[in-house]
């Protein structure tokens, strides 16, 4: 290993977003990190030595939970992060190393690549070209990302063959819904990075348990105009896992009280209705769902909420109301984590008819622009969240901003909860 090098400051105008990746078993396999700026002259996912630097500094709050579950993190390093030793900035092992093809032709860079890999980091491929003077590059991967967009499973197939001699796992990105995870699944690629998991499986199609039904009728309640606060405490306090959970959630470092709760009312003033309803909201989902990826999906509906509330407030010339767009945006996953039609999820619901229709994806729904928006950005899919802002007319700085704010509201609320966690059996 190099002689440590002094190490900039993490910067401060930068959050660490990341995208699950699935293995075979739809089991979360581990991340991929990207971070996003603030700075609306920069590119959104900022420099790979930017992002590095805040995941090793851990200003990434989310870092800890990832290593402790054992799970990977995945960072895209270009020439410049290879040569300064900025992968070395993160514990190996867990961490995978992913590099362009071009990159690896630059002088140096397969000695360090391969000093890397003998120090336990994973090597990644960001793309396969399959061009001969790669094939050290493919013998050295760990990962070797493959391009599966828009092909049939024979074509796939014809694909993989090329790849000889290869321990290498494969994995394929943009990977959008269920039936293209099981093609390219029997088309032998073993790790899946997309918006598939966040798909209801529709041949899985459940009633909802009572236990749901209940949930969501104290959901409705904690969401009306004037809520009932001594009869919700009374509620929270006759359920002995969500008091526990409330209790713990105070307790947390980021509160810091210095003074001992006594009673479930004085848990919910000391910690205020705003703060309450929103975490009563997540742990909520987190009690109802029965998907597999429930602490992502979690994480995402949070993180979604908060943004289409933040772009709603940052252009009210819209004239949208920025808590019933966080609604949306919290409860538009609900079919996948209930495993149940949206459309009767919805009548469970206490919230105006338009966001039903854009629960629904109703069309011509006026709302809906905003979800594809959101689902495009947190997707890492710029060029397409580019061109919606330009059509929706929406200042490119103020959504990035609130994109980043929303990141880091969302990891901590859901890590402050506990529910940042995830079977790995």
């Given at each position: 290993?190099?002689?440590d090098k002094s190490m900039p400051s993490p910067a401060s105008s930068v ?53 402790k579950q054992g799970h990977k993190i995945m960072l895209n390093f270009d ?181 001992k709760i006594k009673s479930i009312h004085h848990a919910i003033r000391l ?155």
């Open positions: 290993m190099p002689e959050s660490i977003a990341r995208q699950p990746i699935f293995d075979q078993n739809r089991r979360l396999w581990g991340y991929e990190l990207f971070c996003v700026g603030e700075d609306p002259s920069a590119t959104p996912d900022c420099t790979p030595e930017n992002t590095a630097i805040n995941v090793a500094a851990s200003a990434y709050m989310g870092l800890q939970q990832i290593l020439e410049i992060g290879i040569l300064d030793d900025m992968p070395y900035a993160l514990p190996p092992v867990l961490a995978a190393v992913q590099v362009d093809e071009q990159v690896f032709l630059r002088p140096t860079i397969p000695e360090i690549l391969a000093r890397l890999k003998s120090d336990g980091y994973l090597i990644a491929v960001s793309g396969f070209s399959g061009e001969r003077q790669f094939e050290p590059l493919y013998r050295l991967a760990d990962i070797i990302a493959v391009p599966v967009i828009g092909k049939q499973k024979a074509e796939v197939s014809t694909l993989l063959a090329t790849i000889h001699d290869v321990d290498a796992k494969l994995l394929a990105r943009r990977v959008d819904e269920a039936a293209a995870f099981d093609m390219v699944r029997e088309a032998g690629v073993t790790l899946f990075e997309g918006a598939f998991f966040k798909q209801p499986d529709t041949i899985r199609v459940r009633k909802m348990t009572s236990s749901a039904v209940s949930r969501l009728q104290l959901l409705k309640s904690i969401e009306q105009q004037d809520p009932d606060i001594d009869g919700l405490a009374e509620t929270i306090q006759s359920d002995a896992a969500i008091s526990f959970r409330l209790l713990a959630y105070l307790n947390a470092s980021a509160f810091g009280f210095s003074q910690l205020g209705w705003p703060k309450l309803k929103n975490w009563l909201r997540v742990v909520l989902l987190n009690d109802m769902s029965q998907a597999a990826d429930t602490p992502d999906l979690l994480r995402l509906s949070a993180q979604r909420g908060k943004f289409l509330e933040l772009v709603a407030r940052h252009h009210d010339f819209w004239g949208f109301d920025p808590e019933s767009l966080h609604l949306l945006g919290l409860f538009s996953l609900l079919d996948t984590m209930l495993g149940t039609p949206m459309a009767d999820i919805v009548t469970f619901l206490p919230i105006e008819n338009k966001i039903k229709g854009a629960l629904r994806r109703d069309s011509n729904n006026e709302y809906l622009p905003l979800v594809r928006l959101a689902q495009c950005v947190e997707e890492a899919r710029w060029e397409d969240a580019g061109a919606m802002m330009q059509q929706l007319n929406l200042d490119r700085a103020k959504v990035t901003a609130a994109f980043k704010d929303a990141v880091e509201w969302a990891n901590q609320l859901t890590s402050a909860d506990g529910v940042d966690r995830h079977d790995t059996d």
